[in-house]
Nanobody, 119 residues
Framework: QVQLRESGGGLVQAGGSLRLSCTAS????????MGWFRQAPGKEREFVAG????????TYADSVKGRFTISRDNAENTLYLQMNSLKPEDTAVYYC????????????WGQGTQVTVSS
């Protein structure tokens, strides 16, 4: 079972930027796609952005389009989320997740990293 570990969260003022990273523990890690999700207090977990691992394809939630950029480093088994123009409503615990090698549901999850945006 692959382990995913996020890093890069923190406290930032509105309008600022953060970059999240997520590294998979297995060198033989294989996935069809990875994504970022977030969960704010009292709210359900929501999809933020996704990326295919072997082809050039990304997708974003409407709320982050134009502000967030998802990317990957296949050689390092690392996923990134560049977050610019942050808003207080972006405050949440951010999770990375991975599908299996043939797609399907996101079956592997990280422990989450807190992002807090102050107004």
């Amino acid at each position: 079972q692959v382990q995913l570990r996020e890093s890069g969260g923190g406290l930032v003022q509105a309008g600022g930027s953060l970059r999240l990273s997520c590294t998979a523990s297995l060198r033989t890690f294989r996935t069809n796609a990875m994504g970022w999700f977030r969960q704010a207090p009292g709210k359900e977990r929501e999809f933020v952005a996704g990326i295919r691992w072997s082809v050039s394809y990304t997708t974003y939630a409407d709320s982050v389009k134009g502000r967030f950029t998802i990317s990957r480093d296949n050689a390092e088994n690392t996923l990134y989320l560049q977050m610019n123009s942050l808003k207080p409503e972006d405050t949440a615990v951010y999770y990375c997740a991975a599908q299996g090698p043939y797609g399907g549901t996101y079956s592997s999850w990280g422990q989450g990293t807190q992002v807090t945006v102050s107004s």
